[in-house]
């Protein structure tokens, strides 16, 4: 496997990086401290192609692959983890679930909005009560005879763009409890009656990027809002959760590298003692296995890259990308923190908020103990 990048991906990545540095940056703090979505970005990363990454053509797309995609999320996240996550999730969940599970009629009709940035994606998954655990979901849809479609009811929990969204993919359970064959996918619109945005979370991190709960209380949706198969919609969901893991994993490393490059840069700014830190054993140790275990995960995430690009079955890879990029991240981050001492615990410094934004990538999209029931099951099994 070859994973040079191509002069179209350096591209790609140069123009992503400069779109972050002049539209992301200077803003981070405020959309931090303050918990603010910033639905205008997400227009202006639409007409550069960014809202609809693995979208073909001709429903508005760029029409580009994983490693391209991997390398426009890294770029976003160096900057800031929470438009990263934000991106991530609009692109692998929603919109890749209604691309890869919709058929034609609702490909043409939501995937031109959510690809050019002018709709935002949700995709509803988690309830309070059952986070790993999704196939106890308490989230009903209920079949309607009389009008023909179904009557949604219930909550999902800790939902990227919650009350933002404007089309959510929402999985509700329409045959019996723990039934894999008992859960199916709907597409549903912001205006919809019965549907609202609930609680926003207060997080520790990733603050800009909204989390909150969806509502759903006797909320009608029509047939052809029904995305595949009734009673397929977990088989759907693993799938998707598949992909959606090598964007967490871009998302991981992109943070890792931004906290990375702080390191390194005051490092070799700050002296202590008539020289540069950097060149204490301590320090040049701890960017030593920073960097070993950035490329590392990175190697990792690039072959479930390829895996997925090739067609070829991606969930234990994906898996132990996401895991591997994820852990190392938390470390990373933490490293940074160190490198930096007192000044690694300012807000004047990014360090704190690539601290404070990696513990998400080990928790969201499946926990690392997730990570590692579904990898140990596919070796076992292999």
Same mark, same amino acid.
């Given at each position: 496997?070859?994973?040079?990048?191509?002069?179209?991906?350096?591209?790609? @990545?140069?123009?992503?990086?400069?779109? #972050?540095?002049?539209?992301?940056?200077?803003?981070?703090?405020?959309?931090?401290?303050?918990?603010?979505?910033?639905?205008?970005?997400? &227009?202006?990363?639409?007409?550069?192609?960014?809202?609809?990454?693995?979208?073909?053509?001709?429903?508005?797309?760029?029409?580009?692959? +994983?490693?391209?995609?991997?390398?426009?999320?890294?770029?976003?996240?160096?900057?800031?983890?929470?438009?990263?996550?934000?991106?991530?999730?609009?692109?692998?969940? /929603?919109?890749?679930?209604?691309?890869?599970?919709?058929?034609?009629?609702?490909?043409?009709?939501? $995937?031109?909005?959510?690809?050019?940035?002018?709709?935002?994606?949700?995709?509803?998954?988690?309830?309070?009560?059952?986070?790993?655990?999704?196939?106890?979901?308490?989230?009903?849809?209920?079949?309607?005879?009389? @009008?023909?479609?179904?009557? $949604?009811?219930?909550?999902?929990?800790?939902?990227?763009?919650?009350?933002?969204?404007?089309?959510?993919?929402?999985?509700?359970?329409?045959?019996?409890?723990?039934?894999?064959?008992?859960?199916?996918?709907?597409?549903?619109?912001?205006?919809?009656?019965?549907?609202?945005?609930?609680?926003?979370?207060?997080?520790?991190?990733?603050?800009?990027?909204?989390? #909150?709960?969806?509502?759903?209380?006797?909320?009608?949706?029509?047939?052809?809002?029904? $995305?595949?198969?009734?009673?397929?919609?977990?088989?759907?969901?693993?799938?998707? $959760?598949?992909?959606?893991?090598?964007?967490?994993?871009?998302?991981?490393?992109?943070?890792?590298?931004?906290?990375?490059?702080?390191?390194?840069?005051?490092?070799?700014?700050?002296?202590?003692?008539?020289?540069?830190? &950097?060149?204490?054993?301590?320090?040049?140790?701890?960017?030593?296995?920073?960097?070993? &275990?950035?490329?590392?995960?990175?190697?990792?995430?690039?072959?479930?890259?390829?895996?997925?690009?090739?067609?070829?079955?991606?969930?234990?890879?994906?898996?132990?990308?996401?895991?591997?990029?994820?852990?190392?991240?938390?470390?990373?981050?933490?490293?940074?923190?160190?490198?930096?001492?007192? +000044?690694?615990?300012?807000?004047?410094?990014?360090?704190?908020?690539?601290? @404070?934004?990696?513990?998400? /990538?080990?928790?969201?999209?499946?926990? &690392?103990?997730?990570?590692?029931?579904?990898?140990?099951?596919?070796?076992?099994?292999?």
């Amino acid at each position: 496997m070859n994973f040079k990048e191509t002069e179209d991906q350096r591209a790609i @990545r140069a123009t992503v990086h400069d779109f #972050a540095e002049k539209e992301i940056l200077p803003h981070r703090m405020e959309w931090d401290e303050d918990q603010i979505f910033p639905r205008a970005l997400f &227009s202006k990363m639409g007409e550069l192609g960014l809202m609809g990454m693995l979208v073909p053509a001709a429903y508005g797309g760029a029409g580009l692959g +994983y490693f391209e995609y991997k390398i426009a999320i890294e770029e976003v996240s160096k900057v800031c983890g929470s438009i990263g996550l934000s991106m991530a999730a609009h692109n692998s969940l /929603c919109t890749n679930h209604i691309l890869m599970f919709g058929s034609e009629p609702q490909r043409q009709k939501y $995937l031109p909005g959510l690809a050019s940035g002018q709709t935002i994606g949700a995709w509803g998954l988690t309830e309070a009560n059952t986070g790993s655990d999704a196939m106890r979901m308490q989230c009903t849809a209920a079949r309607d005879e009389e @009008r023909g479609g179904w009557i $949604l009811n219930g909550t999902k929990n800790w939902i990227t763009h919650g009350i933002s969204g404007d089309v959510a993919v929402v999985l509700a359970r329409t045959g019996e409890l723990l039934d894999s064959r008992g859960i199916t996918a709907f597409i549903v619109t912001r205006g919809q009656a019965g549907f609202s945005g609930g609680k926003k979370e207060n997080k520790l991190g990733m603050r800009s990027s909204e989390t #909150a709960e969806m509502i759903f209380d006797g909320c009608y949706v029509p047939d052809d809002q029904v $995305l595949g198969q009734i009673g397929d919609g977990f088989i759907q969901a693993m799938k998707i $959760l598949d992909g959606g893991r090598i964007s967490i994993a871009s998302l991981a490393l992109g943070i890792a590298k931004g906290a990375y490059d702080t390191a390194k840069a005051y490092s070799k700014e700050r002296e202590q003692f008539g020289k540069a830190i &950097s060149e204490f054993q301590a320090i040049a140790f701890k960017l030593a296995d920073m960097h070993t &275990s950035i490329e590392a995960a990175d190697l990792l995430t690039l072959q479930a890259c390829y895996l997925k690009e090739a067609g070829q079955p991606v969930t234990k890879q994906s898996a132990m990308a996401k895991y591997q990029a994820s852990e190392m991240c938390v470390r990373v981050a933490t490293e940074g923190v160190q490198v930096l001492g007192g +000044y690694g615990y300012t807000k004047d410094f990014p360090a704190e908020k690539f601290y @404070r934004d990696s513990k998400l /990538c080990t928790i969201g999209e499946g926990t &690392s103990e997730i990570q590692k029931l579904v990898i140990s099951r596919e070796i076992i099994s292999a």
